[in-house]
């Protein structure tokens, strides 16, 4: 599985008690190579699981692979927050959305569907997610 993994997914997989938390074990059970990510998306589970070691654990372990350099995208990142301003995204969310222009064969593995259903890669080709089973 080619994937870019956000917050929720890490949060979930890492808390027992998270609403999504079988959906992630599940899918961590069918990853085949690290999932990608940024440090944004790692300081944003490591503060939501309050757990530094939990996190650095996942990169240790292979779950996930730190693969974006935010001073190499700096301008795009600037012009991502632009355009999503009435959003107010998150620093995490510009990065998964310029690393998905990086990365155009990986998914976004996300619990937040209401930004990344907007979102727009190479402004109009729309994000492929992977996110839990949608609730009545």
């Known amino acids: 599985m080619k994937a870019i ?8 997989f890492g808390n027992r008690n998270d609403l999504h ?3 992630a074990l599940h899918l961590a059970q069918q990853v085949t190579e690290p999932l990608l990510t940024c440090e944004a998306v790692i300081a944003e589970a490591a503060f939501h699981l309050r757990d530094a070691l939990l996190v650095l654990d996942f990169i240790r372990t292979g779950l996930i ?5 935010l001073a190499d ?6 012009e991502l927050a632009q355009r999503y301003r009435d959003r107010r995204p ?17 998914s976004v593995i996300t619990t937040d569907l209401a930004d990344f259903r907007i979102y727009r890669r190479n402004r ?7 996110h839990p089973p949608m609730t009545a």
């Open 73 to 78: 995208h700096t301008s795009r990142i600037a």
């Open 124 to 130: 109009r080709e729309v994000i492929p997610l992977i």
């Open 90 to 106: 998150d620093l995490a969310d510009l990065c998964l959305i310029r690393m998905s222009e990086l990365h155009p064969k990986h």
């Open 21 to 23: 938390h079988e959906w």
């Open 65 to 69: 692979q730190l693969a974006f350099t």
């Open 5 to 12: 993994a956000d917050t929720g997914f890490l949060v979930a």
